[in-house]
């Protein structure tokens, strides 16, 4: 398909997976750790440098229509999260980090088997993919550290506040292994997972493409004013304050402890604009300007209650998880199938980012056989990770398959990328054809 497209033969190729967060859901962008592992689905370009300016993309899906621009004058538009724009963040990326503007261009055709919009991350991968590809036509060389810190800060071109574990684990992962990422500065631990489990996931069919809407980018919004006014409360110099889990390096106390702040400092009923900056002594424009991003800016309502109260519990079930990893007691695939069903209970009521296609499905997977099940990704759509017994996984694929796709209309979209058990995969890499 190469050749039909572009008259000539890929040089070199380069991959990068898709991942599924364990758990540790919406806390990356608030400083805190997460547990994710690169499922073996990923994004593949076949790359060839010319020697024009001329940056050409293809896609193997005919849904995603053929782009070309020139190397050195890449726009992004924000409004419009169209498939080569993830593209262009990646090579923006790179050639900001050098600080290039001399480029040559190139003809690049991109796979992949990540199912869009699934919460599995395909849009980081592609970023994550196309960041390694412009970085190896320039024959230049960075760690995995600084490619992954690159392409999570280059995504936020296309609008979204994220937090960098897609693409850190996508760049660090190793096969037969999960992660526990950490932020500031950013590394990566292995966490062994129990021999005796799978984990499953589950496509609720329910597409959810965060940069097209704001219930994300208003999630990041809340945390950040959330710990504003913890900080505030607790007399720290708030408006230095972006992150939660700032406001507990500062306070130096225990994720306990911070719940209790929250249950004291913050009350559940929503906070209206104009509270929040009666709290901090601001006015309607410099919270506007200073601290929403554009597309939150006329938010009416912000939960700040709740969204700390998910992300300070959610941090202590990561290292939890990863606690129980380590010891691997006799109930290990009991204990972190409850953990994960406390992170759903806790995204579905505190975050508000499950719908109830998650929900059944969640309910669904627990009742064939699963230990534990939570949704995965941002949510509102996308899917669920489910721990099961491994000598239970051909009833419980059988089960669900039936209960939850067969019973539907979602039987049209079936496929096998609705519904499969995955290991820990390997991370991003260049290759040449053997």
């Known amino acids: 398909m190469f050749n039909s497209k572009f008259g000539s033969i890929p040089k070199f190729y380069v991959r990068a997976p898709g991942r599924v967060n364990i758990i540790g859901e919406h806390i990356d962008y608030c400083g805190y750790s997460v547990l994710p592992m690169a499922v073996e689905q990923d994004m593949l370009i076949a790359v060839e440098p010319v020697k024009t300016q001329t940056l050409q993309l293809a896609n193997t899906n ?76 320039l024959g230049m060389n960075l760690s995995k550290v600084e490619l992954a810190e690159i392409c999570a800060k280059s995504e936020r071109y296309i609008g979204t506040e994220g937090g960098g574990m897609d693409q850190s684990i996508s760049f660090l992962a190793e096969e037969g292994t999960a992660k526990l990422i950490e932020f500031s500065p950013l590394r990566a631990t292995d966490v062994k997972l129990p021999s005796e489990a799978v984990f499953v996931i589950a496509n609720s069919c329910v597409e959810m493409n965060k940069a097209a809407t704001s219930h994300f980018n208003i999630r990041v919004m809340e945390c950040r004013l959330a710990a504003k006014l913890l900080a ?27 719940l209790w702040i929250t249950e004291h400092a913050l009350h559940p009923e929503p906070y209206s604009p104009e509270e929040v900056c009666r709290c901090l002594g601001i006015s309607l424009q410099e919270l506007r300007t200073q601290i929403l991003s554009p597309n939150t800016q006329d938010v009416l309502v912000f939960k700040l209650h709740q969204r700390a ?89 059988a089960n669900v398959r039936e209960a939850y796709y067969q019973r539907s209309d979602r039987n049209g979209t079936f496929e096998k990328q609705s519904l499969f058990a995955t290991k820990p995969g390997g991370g991003a890499l260049v290759f040449l054809e053997a």
């Open 232 to 258: 505030k409360y607790r007399g720290l110099q708030w408006d230095k304050v972006l992150r939660l889990e700032e406001v507990q390096a500062r306070l130096g106390v225990s994720l306990q402890e911070m």
């Open 62 to 137: 005919p849904l995603y229509p053929d782009f070309s621009t020139n190397a050195n004058n890449i726009q992004i538009d924000k409004t419009k999260p169209l498939w080569h724009n993830y593209f262009l963040c990646g090579f923006k990326g790179i050639q900001e980090h050098f600080g290039l503007s001399n480029l040559t261009g190139m003809n690049c055709l991109v796979d992949g088997n990540i199912p869009p919009s699934s919460g599995l991350s395909s849009s980081s991968a592609l970023v994550c993919c196309a960041g390694l590809v412009t970085l190896t036509v």
């Open 309 to 397: 109260k998910h992300v300070y519990s959610e941090a202590a079930r990561v290292l939890q998880f990863k606690k129980i990893c380590e010891e691997a007691p006799d109930n290990t695939v009991q204990l972190l199938g409850e953990l994960m069903n406390q992170s759903h209970t806790s995204c579905r009521d505190m975050y508000e980012c499950s719908c109830p296609e998650l929900d059944q499905l969640v309910d669904i997977c627990r009742k064939f056989g699963a230990q534990g099940s939570r949704l995965t990704g941002a949510g509102w759509g996308g899917c669920t990770v489910s721990i099961v017994p491994a000598d239970r996984l051909t009833s419980f694929l």
